[in-house]
T-cell receptor, first 115, second 112 residues
C-alpha cells in the first residue's frame, strides 16, 4: 500500500484568501484524487489528477475555484481559492490502489477552517 | 443513480458487546462494495471489500461484512468490540472504476 502525506494538516484562513494543500506519495502513481469531506456529510470527489494532463473535475467543482497541479508521479497540489466559510472542510488526497476492485489509499487529510 | 445509505450516524456500544453498522446501496448494475475506517486525525483505511465470490468477507481485526444482493445491503459486524475500534466507518461502492460513492459515515463509539 502507498504512504501518503499532506501538508498542512490543518489551517485557519480568512475569507477571500487562498490555501494550497500539498499531497506527497511514497511511490509513483498515475492517478491521484482530491476529495472534500464536509461535516456530517459523505466524501465528495472534487477531481482526478493524472500526471501530464489537465485535472478532470466533477460536477459542481470548477478549476477557477480548485486549481490542481500534478507536476510528477508522486506529488499534487490542490488550491482552494477565494475562500468562504462554506469551504470549511477536510480535504483528502488519495491515490489508485490497483485495478482489482479499484481501491484507493487515502492521505490523513487537511482540516480547513475559514473565518 | 447510485447512492449509499448509512442510516446510523452514531452508534454507541459497550466494550466486548457485538455491533452492526448498516449500509444499503442502490444501483441497477453490479458494484464493488467497501468499508473504510477513519481513526481520529487519520485518513481513511480500507477495512474490507467485496468484489465477487463468497458473500461473507472478513478483515484481519475481526470485522466481517455480508453482501446481500436481494436486500442491496453490506452490513458490517463485529461480535466483540474493543475501545480501539472507536472510529468513523464509511461504506462505499464503485462500478469497477475509481469513482466511488460514499455513505455519510457511522461514528462508532466504544464505551468502557
Amino acid at each position: 500500500s502507498a504512504v501518503i502525506s499532506q501538508k498542512p494538516s490543518r489551517d485557519i484562513c480568512q475569507r477571500g484568501t487562498s490555501l494550497t494543500i500539498q499531497c506527497q506519495v511514497d511511490s509513483q502513481v498515475t492517478m491521484m484524487f482530491w476529495y472534500r469531506q464536509q461535516p456530517g456529510q459523505s466524501l465528495t470527489l472534487i477531481a482526478t489528477a493524472n500526471q501530464g494532463s489537465e485535472a478532470t473535475y466533477e460536477s459542481g467543482f470548477v478549476i477557477d475555484k480548485f486549481p490542481i497541479s500534478r507536476p510528477n508521479l508522486t506529488f499534487s497540489t490542490l488550491t482552494v481559492s477565494n475562500m468562504s466559510p462554506e469551504d470549511s472542510s477536510i480535504y483528502l488526497c488519495s491515490v489508485e490502489g490497483g485495478t482489482v476492485g479499484y481501491e484507493q489509499y487515502f492521505g490523513p487529510g487537511t482540516r480547513l477552517t475559514v473565518t | 443513480a447510485q447512492s449509499v445509505t448509512q442510516l446510523d450516524s452514531q452508534v454507541p456500544v459497550f466494550e466486548e458487546a457485538p455491533v452492526e453498522l448498516r449500509c444499503n446501496y442502490s444501483s441497477s448494475v453490479s458494484v464493488y462494495l467497501f468499508w473504510y475506517v477513519q481513526y481520529p486525525n487519520q485518513g481513511l483505511q480500507l477495512l474490507l471489500k467485496y468484489l465477487s465470490g463468497s458473500t461473507l468477507v472478513e478483515s484481519i481485526n475481526g470485522f466481517e461484512a455480508e453482501f446481500n444482493k436481494s436486500q442491496t445491503s453490506f452490513h458490517l459486524r463485529k461480535p466483540s468490540v474493543h475501545i480501539s475500534d472507536t472510529a468513523e466507518y464509511f461504506c462505499a461502492v464503485n462500478r469497477g472504476t475509481y469513482k466511488y460513492i460514499f455513505g455519510t459515515g457511522t461514528r462508532l463509539k466504544v464505551l468502557a
